[in-house]
């Protein structure tokens, strides 16, 4: 509870007057990930993570369409929620030493995903500015207030318990280790809102 407290009446307010370090994307829709390429051309030396996103040829294929940088980008792929989002990407910002990171979904996530990466990043220190990708579409994951309850309280619980304790993913690759031509062997199909198709 001390650290938090430090955290908060410290390093945040701290780290909020520092430049984004990170760009954090949630998954849900391909959109998300289109902008995340256009970031990605403009700040190519500033880690992307994101976090259970698209199948990852799709990924990797929208970065090369747009000619980004891929040795910055790393995928985690063991999240299934909101919540999951901040869970397992926390370790990761946290490796990586991020103070400040630009938190990348939809305008029609936003609620949720403010409401938890103020708890479950804030307690870490680590200060969120928000960015919002264009979408042309409805993304997957939807806003239901009754979910946006539970996992605001979950979040406070895990705010204290990931003080001392780091879930890790077993499923975190980076986006240049993409395998694509074993994909093509396997067959995937990508969002039509990126014009991918295989």
Same mark, same amino acid.
């Given at each position: 509870? /001390?650290?938090?407290?430090?955290?908060?009446?410290?390093? #945040?307010? &701290?780290?909020?007057?520092?430049?984004?370090?990170?760009?954090?994307? =949630? +998954?849900?829709?391909?959109? !998300?990930?289109?902008?995340?390429?256009?970031?990605?051309?403009?700040?190519?030396?500033?880690?992307? =993570?994101i976090s259970?996103?698209?199948?990852?040829?799709?990924?990797? $294929?929208?970065?090369?369409?747009?000619?980004?940088?891929?040795?910055?980008? %790393? *995928?985690?792929?063991?999240?299934?929620?909101?919540?999951?989002?901040?869970?397992?990407?926390?370790?990761?910002?946290?490796? %990586?030493?991020?103070?400040? /990171?630009? =938190?990348?979904?939809?305008?029609? &996530? *936003?609620? !949720?995903?403010? @409401?938890?990466?103020?708890?479950? $990043?804030?307690? &870490?220190?680590?200060w969120v500015?928000?960015?919002?990708?264009?979408?042309? +579409?409805?993304?997957?994951?939807?806003?239901? %207030?009754?979910?946006?309850?539970?996992?605001? /309280?979950?979040s406070l619980? %895990?705010? @204290? #318990?990931?003080? +001392?304790? !780091?879930?890790?993913?077993?499923?975190?690759?980076? $986006?240049?280790? /993409?395998?694509?031509?074993?994909?093509?062997?396997?067959?995937? !199909?990508?969002?039509?809102? +990126?014009? @991918?198709?295989?």
């Amino acid at each position: 509870m /001390v650290n938090i407290l430090l955290n908060l009446i410290f390093k #945040l307010p &701290h780290n909020g007057t520092l430049p984004s370090d990170a760009f954090l994307v =949630l +998954g849900g829709s391909i959109n !998300r990930e289109i902008y995340a390429a256009q970031l990605a051309k403009k700040n190519p030396h500033t880690p992307i =993570l994101i976090s259970q996103g698209s199948k990852e040829p799709c990924i990797l $294929l929208i970065f090369q369409r747009d000619q980004a940088p891929i040795d910055q980008v %790393w *995928l985690e792929n063991c999240a299934e929620s909101t919540f999951g989002n901040f869970f397992f990407s926390l370790p990761v910002l946290e490796r %990586w030493q991020v103070r400040k /990171v630009t =938190l990348i979904t939809s305008a029609s &996530h *936003l609620p !949720r995903a403010k @409401l938890l990466s103020y708890v479950l $990043l804030g307690s &870490h220190g680590i200060w969120v500015d928000l960015d919002i990708a264009p979408e042309t +579409g409805v993304p997957g994951n939807q806003e239901f %207030w009754f979910k946006t309850g539970i996992d605001l /309280v979950r979040s406070l619980f %895990w705010a @204290l #318990l990931s003080q +001392g304790i !780091r879930p890790s993913c077993s499923k975190l690759y980076q $986006l240049e280790d /993409v395998d694509l031509s074993a994909w093509k062997t396997k067959g995937f !199909r990508c969002e039509k809102q +990126g014009k @991918l198709k295989y």
